[in-house]
């Protein structure tokens, strides 16, 4: 059986770190990708993946980043997490162009240059797994959220239109609703327990990883995750 090779484009020190060390906990080789080289080499080192710089706004460096995985893995992922986001927060009279550009940019045209060039390469082969990172903010939106919102609705309209065009071709599609905040380094610890109504990491990052486990006879194409104590 042909080793996963699993890459997270949109990688910072929770969700992302996250998601690379469950699928390194499952023997697959990972490759981390975020706008910033060194802070992604750092987490890299933890479970010895591979870390590589990438704007998933810009074609050419979407293209560059998947021809130095497929350079230095000897062939193109089978798993690829879309988890990168940008926002800007503001009523939209108050919000410029330029600013309300970037964030749909970053939320949305990343996800769709990285989620193309993923199933250019999987479809030949019958098989693979792309995920996508969205929040409330893509199911419905609120005010002073249209920053946020546009490019989340937009990245789980590409993840359904794909799932249908490439489902039937063996290619798992599937958006990832994260309803709530994520517990990271910069929240406080109390007698070592997160706080109750931020998710874990890690327990989101199983999600993902049971996704990719499914079996094609009972797909997934949208989940949501939520603490407990969460309102919806």
Same mark, same amino acid.
């Not at 706004?57 to 089978?78: C, H, I, K, M, W």
């Given at each position: 059986?042909?080793?996963?090779?699993?890459?997270?484009?949109?990688?910072?020190?929770?969700?992302g770190?996250?998601?690379?060390?469950?699928?390194?906990?499952?023997?697959?080789?990972?490759?981390?990708?975020?706008?910033?080289?060194?802070?992604?080499?750092?987490?890299?080192?933890?479970?010895? +993946? *591979?870390?590589?710089?990438?704007?998933?706004?810009?074609?050419? @460096? $979407?293209?560059?980043?998947?021809? =130095?995985? #497929? %350079?230095?893995?000897?062939?193109?992922?089978?798993?690829?997490?879309?988890? +990168? *986001?940008?926002?800007?927060?503001?009523?939209?009279?108050?919000? @410029? $162009?330029?600013?309300?550009?970037? =964030?749909? #940019? %970053?939320?949305?045209?990343?996800?769709?240059?990285?989620?193309?060039?993923? +199933?250019?390469?999987?479809?030949?082969?019958?098989?693979?797994?792309?995920?996508?990172?969205?929040?409330?903010?893509?199911?419905?939106?609120?005010?002073?959220?249209?920053g946020?919102?546009?490019?989340?609705?937009?990245?789980?309209?590409?993840?359904?239109?794909?799932?249908r065009?490439?489902?039937?071709?063996?290619?798992?599609?599937?958006?990832?609703?994260?309803?709530?905040?994520?517990?990271?380094?910069?929240?406080?610890?109390?007698?070592?327990?997160?706080?109750?109504?931020?998710?874990?990491?890690d327990?989101?990052?199983?999600?993902?990883?049971?996704?990719?486990?499914?079996?094609r006879?009972?797909?997934?194409?949208?989940?949501?995750?939520?603490?407990?104590?969460?309102?919806?």
């Amino acid at each position: 059986m042909t080793q996963d090779i699993a890459l997270i484009v949109g990688v910072g020190p929770g969700l992302g770190a996250a998601l690379g060390r469950r699928f390194a906990k499952a023997g697959a080789k990972v490759a981390l990708a975020s706008r910033r080289l060194a802070p992604v080499r750092e987490i890299a080192k933890e479970y010895d +993946a *591979s870390a590589y710089a990438c704007d998933a706004t810009d074609e050419q @460096s $979407v293209l560059d980043l998947y021809a =130095a995985v #497929e %350079r230095d893995f000897g062939t193109a992922p089978n798993i690829v997490v879309f988890n +990168a *986001s940008g926002r800007v927060r503001g009523s939209v009279t108050d919000i @410029s $162009v330029a600013a309300f550009k970037e =964030a749909w #940019e %970053r939320a949305c045209l990343g996800g769709f240059i990285v989620g193309r060039e993923a +199933a250019k390469r999987m479809v030949p082969q019958g098989t693979g797994t792309i995920l996508f990172t969205g929040a409330t903010a893509g199911v419905k939106s609120y005010g002073k959220s249209a920053g946020f919102a546009v490019g989340k609705f937009g990245l789980r309209a590409l993840s359904f239109a794909m799932a249908r065009d490439f489902g039937p071709q063996g290619i798992h599609i599937a958006h990832v609703i994260v309803d709530g905040g994520i517990h990271g380094p910069h929240h406080a610890v109390e007698s070592g327990k997160a706080e109750h109504h931020l998710l874990e990491p890690d327990a989101i990052a199983e999600t993902y990883f049971q996704l990719h486990a499914q079996h094609r006879s009972a797909w997934t194409a949208e989940i949501d995750v939520r603490p407990w104590v969460e309102s919806f």
